[in-house]
């Protein structure tokens, strides 16, 4: 099927500042996790690697004024430390971590149960924590942020995993719970359940194409949370499973959307083929790949369609607050470079008074 740009999607300014935002986000917690809430240059200096940062830290700080405030310290050196208007959204973000801990553990959970052998290591969770809406500190034992359910365990290579003691007890996923919402699904083993549908706009499929989906859509529903390893992998069935699985990851995520190639990275420990990237394509009216920034996103629709019954991630609201505030960076610098040029042109003129009055003079 051939890819269609869809205006709406690639327009999506929380999605798309979603990579800018992740460095600085990161920056901002090293600096409010310093003692004197603040740092010296030297603190960061060579850890623009750690941070994803490709140019000079003191560059990229100094490329958001609004965030970041730059000042003198200890000789004479710079430091930096968090505006009066970041340092707000800091204390809300750490309110809304406070009041959506629950939230934030049931995401953990079933982002660990859709795995095989519901156990994954800590550097793949660690590796998602940004999607999932994780901070920094919530994988920490020590904190006592994870209930009873959760265990670590040592994995295969030496890697430390986390795994989840659920008793047997059902994990329903978005789709089937909305479906139960509704009264289409009873939590049965091969119901069928048919995924919601958005089609962009001048978007067409093939009348073969068009055939073969509505039959896709009757087939029993695979929950990404039940064993599959029964179903022939070349089957409609478990592209319904992993389809289903894209769906149910993304509805997990703070921005419903991930980069692709993230996605492609959880295929050893979520049991997806080796072209899951294929699902993406085939199913354009679930799913959105948008090309901005040279990267490749996928967006799931259903988030930003009519009334979503996805539910919203605690963290979202947050986050569009700091994009906000890093717009207003590109306001600042712009106004700096006007009143430099306001300066030299001032400071020019007085030196061609200056030198008229001495021919004068002469």
């Not at 048919?194 to 529903?221: C, T, V």
Request: glycine share 6%; aromatic share 10%; charged share 35%.
């Amino acid at each position: 099927m051939k890819w269609k740009k869809d205006p709406f999607f690639d327009s999506i300014v929380h999605i798309h500042k979603s990579a800018e935002l992740k460095p600085i986000v990161q920056l901002k917690n090293f600096i409010v996790n310093d003692p004197n809430g603040c740092i010296p240059i030297s603190a960061v200096s060579k850890r623009g690697l750690e941070f994803d940062i490709a140019i000079r830290v003191a560059r990229f700080l100094r490329q958001y004024p609004s965030v970041f405030e730059e000042f003198r310290g200890e000789h004479n050196s710079p430091w930096f430390r968090l505006t009066p208007e970041a340092a707000e959204i800091d204390r809300e973000e750490k309110r809304v971590f406070k009041e959506g801990k629950e939230d934030l553990k049931d995401r953990l959970k079933r982002f660990v149960l859709m795995s095989k052998g519901k156990v994954l290591p800590l550097k793949i969770i660690k590796g998602m924590s940004w999607y999932l809406g994780l901070p920094d500190w919530f994988l920490e034992d020590s904190k006592g942020d994870l209930d009873e359910s959760f265990r670590f365990v040592d994995m295969e290579d030496g890697l430390k995993g986390l795994t989840i003691e659920n008793n047997g007890t059902k994990v329903f996923s978005m789709m089937q719970r909305n479906a139960m919402k509704n009264g289409v699904y009873f939590g049965g083993t091969l119901e069928g359940i048919e995924f919601p549908l958005f089609p962009s706009k001048g978007l067409r499929l093939r009348r073969k194409i068009e055939s073969w989906l509505n039959e896709f859509q009757k087939l029993p529903y695979v929950s990404p949370y039940e064993d599959f390893l029964h179903l022939d992998p070349d089957s409609d069935f478990a592209e319904k499973r992993v389809v289903g699985m894209l769906h149910e990851l993304l509805s997990l995520f703070v921005e419903h959307s991930a980069e692709r190639k993230k996605l492609l990275c959880l295929k050893k420990y979520f049991g997806l083929p080796q072209k899951v990237h294929r699902a993406f394509e085939r199913h354009p009216h679930m799913f959105y790949l948008s090309l901005k920034n040279k990267t490749c996103t996928a967006i799931l629709k259903e988030a930003y369609c009519g009334n979503s019954s996805i539910e919203r991630h605690p963290l979202l609201a947050v986050r569009k607050k700091y994009i906000e505030l890093v717009k207003e960076s590109d306001r600042i610098l712009k106004n700096r470079r006007v009143n430099n040029r306001f300066i030299k042109h001032e400071k020019l003129e007085k030196g061609s008074d200056s030198d008229d009055r001495r021919d004068i003079a002469l």
